[in-house]
């Protein structure tokens, strides 16, 4: 066969304005294009995706296929229908995702294990009053305990979550009553995670589960088991182990690297390693050897969810988000990227083979050939960390031409719920009264998370800014975590003082109140759980209905690419809440052809509508999921007897005031401020 005919006619590549908002990234896309060189960008140009595939409409789970559904009434050799084939490959996603956010917990709940024994070289507990809080939750005796024996239960409890076979995991006891009562009476509670995960992997094998609803059904349970299970312990000992995130000031964009320092990059997600890194960075020894190869010391910078665990808790600066890792590399000025699990394209290594730039595997579960791998342990955790910088510093004499966009900006990360919790009441009264009363006056008019991936098929960045830019105007509450934060800190939404005359009235007025930017970066994609007890928290502390479904929220991934993203989809949508996901639909009804393909879609839309109160669509235009947003977020309101959104009724008080006072005349200053004209 001819090239041609495989690859089929020439694609059209996109320019890097056309591929992405920033411009950090269209400088490095120019250079790759001068260079020759490939990325995401252009390949996702080069290699349209499959129509079919991605559709979910192929079935390649036995041998007698794969079979490709394009016909109506067509089926599978074994007879398998079209929307069978779509909630089965949409339920093996889930489980995908499920179980890398579970295997990171499992992997933290481990380490948590060893700190508690004394087995685990430089880690301490760093957050005894979370370690407090978290075990009071299962009655793990605290009183005249060291936090090192309190913390050893409370691995043992998390672990056995893991492997559990009957009954329910504990972390699900944190939902609201309700919540719980409707799981309970639907049989979704996960009884252990992994269990829910080999039965959707099971239930799926040739000849099993062929009812499309009953495997959503079981797709429920194990994304719960995720979001409920393995997500929430991995949040919980992380925050325990490397301290609960609070505000702080960050830096994020290829801008971060630095010309006369050794630049390492941490990429990937488990903050075991990546704040061992931390650690060893600033060890006096290490900053000595990297003084001696001729550098100013070492720079380290973070992408992806790996970027925001460092970032909210040590202000270590972002480098980028999903898309960037191998901008990054274009840079020339990368000396080691580190990675661990998830979100590490395989490009990385071909790429880097142009440049000087050493890729290091971490992970027992993950190599890539052509990379370095020096294998993590958390038990001498310290000694390979600096053996991994060592590493990266012998390597900084290579560095041969470097190409550093200047690009960055500052952003505030750390809005953990703890800390919004603290905000909203300071230390003696901390609660989420302040942020309940400001939805139900109506300031704020709800919450929206936007959160997941970057995905070369959609203009990079582009949609989480769009999104957020648009909501935030029409006093939408946005938190944010994953990827998206780090779009959002590029765009200059995470600070307070910039962008807030973009904010609407009600929401500038709160923000300005509490001293927030009207945009909370929330963490890394493990802890979308803290968005999960945020609604939680709003809900116990009243006004805003009886359970999450009611309050005015919803939650949106408009670039997501990652099975991880479906199944945070699917937990939130049978936590009641109402979840968008944009760029490609993997249960896309083709409804002119095949009338069965819409089934499994709109199962997922008004079926777990009626059974959970949250739903989930995917939506291809971002003014149409700001239009469902609003939409969504105004009849919950209704729905709960509040005002109806007015933005004329606020943005009266405060800055605002105080902008329109001081272009008065002097006299007529003095009236408004003091309530009379000065006297004489
Ligand atoms: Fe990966 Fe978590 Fe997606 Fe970013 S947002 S591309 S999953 S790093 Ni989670
Ligand atoms: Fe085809 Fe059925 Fe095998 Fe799937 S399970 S590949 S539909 S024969």
Avoid at 374 to 381: L, P, R, V
């Amino acid at each position: 066969m001819a090239e041609e005919e495989i690859k089929g006619p020439k694609k059209k590549l996109r320019t890097p304005e056309e591929a992405s908002i920033d411009p950090a990234a269209q400088q490095m896309l120019r250079l790759a294009d001068e260079l020759g060189l490939s990325t995401a960008f252009s390949r996702a140009d080069l290699m349209s995706a499959c129509p079919i595939g991605s559709a979910g409409l192929c079935c390649d789970l036995c041998g007698m296929g794969p079979c490709r559904m394009t016909k109506d009434g067509m089926t599978g050799v074994c007879g398998a229908t079209v929307d069978t084939i779509q909630a089965r490959n949409f339920i093996r996603a889930v489980a995908a995702g499920s179980a890398a956010h579970s295997d990171h917990g499992r992997d933290m709940a481990f380490t948590l294990k060893a700190v508690a024994n004394g087995e685990a070289e430089g880690y301490a507990i760093r957050d005894v009053a979370k370690l407090h809080n978290v075990a009071a939750l299962y009655d793990i005796p605290i009183e005249n305990r060291t936090p090192e024996e309190i913390a050893n239960d409370l691995a043992d409890l998390y672990i056995a979550q893991f492997g559990q076979q009957r009954g329910a995991i504990v972390p699900a006891q944190r939902a609201p009553a309700k919540r719980r009562k409707l799981w309970q009476e639907q049989g979704v509670i996960p009884r252990g995670v992994d269990r829910e995960v080999v039965e959707a992997l099971h239930r799926t094998h040739m000849g099993d589960d062929q009812e499309p609803t009953h495997i959503l059904h079981h797709a429920v349970r194990t994304a719960l088991a995720d979001g409920w299970g393995g997500s929430m312990i991995a949040t919980d000992v992380s925050d325990i182990l490397f301290g609960t995130p609070a505000p702080l000031l960050g830096e994020a964009n290829l801008g971060v690297l630095k010309h006369d320092m050794v630049n390492v990059i941490v990429h990937g997600h488990e903050p075991t390693l990546s704040q061992m890194v931390v650690a060893a960075s600033q060890d006096p020894e290490i900053i000595a050897y990297a003084k001696a190869a001729g550098a100013n010391g070492i720079n380290l910078s973070g992408i992806c969810c790996t970027a925001n665990e460092i970032l909210m808790r040590q202000g270590i600066p972002a480098a980028g988000n999903f898309l960037q890792q191998e901008l990054a590399i274009l840079t020339g000025s990368v000396e080691a990227m580190v990675v661990d699990v998830q979100c590490i394209m395989q490009g990385l290594v071909a790429l880097s083979q142009n440049f000087h730039t050493k890729i290091i595997t971490t992970s027992p579960k993950v190599r890539i050939k052509g990379a370095t791998h020096i294998e993590f342990d958390e038990h001498h955790a310290l000694t390979i960390a600096k053996n991994i910088l060592k590493q990266a510093i012998d390597n900084y004499v290579n560095r041969g031409e470097v190409h550093i966009p200047s690009f960055k900006s500052s952003l505030i990360p750390g809005f953990s719920h703890e800390y919004i919790n603290y905000m909203l009441g300071g230390s003696y009264r901390a609660s989420f009264r302040p942020l309940n009363d400001a939805i139900m006056s109506g300031r704020i008019r709800g919450v929206a998370a936007i959160v997941g991936c970057t995905n070369p098929r959609v203009q990079h960045d582009a949609y989480h800014g769009t999104l957020t830019g648009a909501l935030i105007r029409q006093d939408v509450l946005v938190v944010e975590t994953g990827c998206s934060a780090i779009a959002n800190a590029k765009l200059g939404f995470l600070l307070g003082e910039t962008g807030i005359d973009q904010v609407g009235p009600g929401l500038r007025e709160v923000c300005e109140t509490i001293g927030i930017p009207p945009v909370l970066h929330m963490g890394s994609c493990v802890d979308n759980t803290r968005i999960l007890t945020v609604l939680t928290q709003m809900v116990e502390e009243g006004g805003l209905g009886d359970d999450i479904d009611k309050v005015p929220a919803v939650g949106i991934a408009p670039e997501w690419m990652s099975e991880k993203a479906l199944s945070i989809a699917t937990y939130c949508a049978a936590s009641g809440a109402y979840v968008i996901m944009g760029g490609s639909n993997p249960v896309e009804g083709k409804g002119d052809k095949i009338p069965d393909s819409l089934l499994v879609s709109e199962f997922m839309r008004s079926g777990w509508e009626e059974l959970y109160g949250g739903k989930l669509e995917f939506v291809r235009e971002p003014e149409e999921m700001l239009r469902r947003t609003l939409e969504h977020i105004d009849k919950k309101r209704a729905a709960l007897g509040l005002p109806a959104y007015d933005p004329s009724r606020f943005g009266k008080s405060g800055d605002a005031r105080l902008r329109e006072i001081e272009v008065l005349p002097f006299e007529e200053r003095q009236a408004a401020v003091y309530g009379r004209r000065a006297a004489g």
